[in-house]
């Protein structure tokens, strides 16, 4: 279950005011017409209560990290404007309607999105206008930020360019722990994988460091947890972390502790 306090809002573009009700009627109608880009938040929501200002979202599973998986994805849309569209989840539209502190200004479909600050907005931004430049490649982007075309790049991919571009004198790099990882994943149902030794003795055994400085220019924490630092007090600093500055022979000797045998060629071999 989840409790939210609404606070007054209005659309910048219809007048009008964002209410409890529309909150509601978003999480409902997002659930009835199964959108697909929010399929994993709907699948959660079991149903949605309305009191004066609180509304409460009772989930069908309990999710502990509810505030980044959950209640940051997903839009406000008004109920008087959605309520009548068929088919929404295929529908084009081509004016947005907003509740945020920027409203929508043009859209040149392929090439760029115009928005210009709401002033009356209970949360003004302190900049008039906002443009995000679809650009395909990323050597194009750092080419721009480099000359000062560009203010920002938002996101950007971890990689050599970025490793590179982050020295120039222009161009700062602000970073945090994310939500996202890069795991390997084994398929319990093969031979050997379905014992735990030998997952265990894998996950020693890969060079998480080497991986991080050659592939991804050690911009990342090595992982151990899947309810990562990012999450707050939902991540659990205790869980074991499986990687000792030894891994390979860490593996080897959990293998054999489990009863599996070396040959004079280093080849393992199972259990007699």
């Known amino acids: 279950m989840c409790d939210t306090r609404s606070g007054r809002a209005t659309s910048g573009t219809t007048g ?8 509601k009627f978003t999480l409902e109608y997002i659930k009835e017409n199964q959108i697909p880009l929010y399929s994993t938040q709907w699948e959660l929501i079991d149903s949605v209560e309305v009191d004066s200002q609180d509304v409460t979202v009772n989930f069908n599973s309990n999710l502990g990290p509810v505030h980044t998986t959950f209640s940051n994805q997903i839009p406000i849309v008004p109920q008087h404007i959605w309520q009548d569209r068929e088919d929404p989840a295929n529908m084009s539209n081509p004016e947005p309607v907003g509740s945020g502190p920027l409203q929508y200004d043009y859209w040149d479909q392929g090439s760029e999105l115009g928005l210009v600050s709401y002033d009356d907005h209970f ?58 990882w890069w795991h390997i994943s084994q398929n319990t149902r093969m031979d050997g994988l379905g014992d735990k030794a030998v997952r265990q003795a894998i996950v020693n055994a890969v060079p998480k460091q080497a991986v991080n400085d050659q592939l991804l220019y050690g911009f990342a924490e090595q992982g151990y947890n899947l309810i990562g630092e990012s999450f707050g007090s939902y991540s659990n600093p205790d869980v074991p972390a499986y990687q000792p500055e030894n891994g390979v022979e860490a593996a080897r000797s959990v293998l054999e502790d489990a009863g599996y045998v070396f040959d004079e060629d280093g080849m393992v071999h199972f259990p007699g």
């Open 16 to 23: 009008e005011d964002v209410t409890p009700a529309d909150v």
């Open 123 to 180: 949360n003004p931004v302190n900049f008039d206008r906002r443009i995000w430049r679809i650009i395909p490649e990323a050597s194009t982007v750092w080419s721009l930020l480099n000359e000062g075309e560009l203010n920002y790049l938002p996101f950007s991919r971890i990689g050599r360019q970025l490793s590179q571009n982050q020295q120039n004198d222009q161009i700062s790099v602000q970073s945090m722990a994310g939500d996202g």
